[in-house]
């Protein structure tokens, strides 16, 4: 089955600044990559996802980009704001179903 | 985006009662529905496939005489925890693909049970 690695699992910024967040997959029959924010209590919000046939994908301070090659994908935040503290979560899915990585605690500075 | 409405939010039992816990997808058909555990600061795990009209799929490692689930119609699936003990205590959350939205995966806002 699918394995999605996740890291770091904890990620301090200051305000203002970018955060990454990177993540591996193991099963090449994956072809579809959402993120999620979950805040504590919360259902994951989705906030972007990008599919195996596109590269890169951008929606304001918020960007995905996806190497299919070598199976990896990334988050990139810029300029955070305190309101971006939560928890983040890559996924894959192989139209079946939907594997998550372990999450991303991400803490905003202010 | 699609809403998927999930029931109750919050649970609290005592040992060795059964819970139910209703998921229903309510702008939208959902063929699957997918039921998920998640124990604090931790990840989402996958305990079972749902699908309309026929048995759930579980994951390995999940009890399915303990963890009851129906997929009745397009728009509702239930997850019944059956004699319930202190250790099944979790964050549960359901969530279904929307086949309109570009098969794109839509939460429940999950149940908080707590087994006493």
């Known amino acids: 089955g699918e394995n999605v690695e996740q890291h770091p699992s904890t990620l301090s910024v200051q305000e203002g600044d970018s955060a990454v967040i990177k993540c591996t997959y193991s099963?090449?029959?994956?072809?579809?990559f959402p993120w999620y924010k979950q805040e504590l209590g919360k259902r994951p919000q989705l906030i972007i996802d990008?599919?195996?046939?596109?590269g890169e994908k951008k929606d304001q301070r918020i960007a995905v980009t996806l190497n299919k090659t070598a199976k990896h994908f990334s988050l990139h935040i810029t300029e955070t704001q305190p309101e971006d503290s939560a928890v983040y979560f890559c996924?894959?899915?192989?139209?079946?179903?939907?594997?998550f990585g372990a999450g991303t605690t991400v803490t905003v500075r202010a | 985006g699609a809403v998927v409405s999930q029931h109750p939010s919050r649970v609290i039992c005592k040992s060795g009662t059964s819970v139910k816990i209703e998921c229903r997808s309510l702008?939208?058909?959902?063929?699957?529905m997918f039921w998920y555990r998640q124990f604090p600061k931790q990840s989402l795990m996958l305990m079972a496939t749902?699908?309309?009209?026929?048995?759930?799929?579980?994951e390995q490692g999940v009890e399915k005489d303990k963890f009851l689930i129906n997929h009745a119609s397009l728009t509702l699936s239930t997850l019944t925890v059956t004699s319930a003990h202190p250790e099944d205590s979790s964050f549960y959350i359901c969530?279904?693909?929307?086949?309109?939205?570009?098969?794109?995966?839509?939460f429940g806002s999950g149940t908080q049970l707590s087994v006493l």
């Open positions: 099963d090449s029959a994956s072809n579809y």
């Open positions: 969530s279904a693909r929307d086949r309109g939205a570009g098969e794109k995966l839509f």
């Open positions: 990008i599919r195996s046939n596109v």
């Open positions: 702008d939208f058909q959902a063929t699957t």
């Open positions: 749902s699908n309309e009209g026929s048995k759930a799929t579980y």
């Open positions: 996924a894959a899915d192989d139209d079946y179903k939907l594997s």
